[in-house]
């Protein structure tokens, strides 16, 4: 007989921050892809913002977030 093996689910990160990764990455890349135009200089500024918002968003969000949020996970 073969031992039972149960698999546990890890979680890495919580839904705020998964969206947080994928905005972030949508704003970069809309950043990135205003930034030659000088008709769409409000657009990139407005990329920029979100990309600042997001970041300051994941810091308070790693200090009072959920468990696998927190930035004292990070390293065991």
Do not use: N
Not at 17 to 37: C, I, K, M, P, Q
Not at 45 to 74: D, E, K, M, N, P
């Amino acid at each position: 007989m073969k031992p039972s093996v149960t698999k546990q689910s890890i979680l890495v990160w919580d839904f705020p921050v998964r969206v947080f990764h994928w905005l972030l990455v949508a704003s970069f890349a809309g950043a990135w892809l205003s930034s030659e135009s000088e008709a769409w200089q409000m657009i990139h500024y407005a990329f920029g913002c979100t990309a600042v918002g997001l970041v300051l968003f994941r810091v308070i969000w790693g200090i009072v977030g959920t468990r696998y949020a927190r930035f004292s996970q990070f390293i065991k």
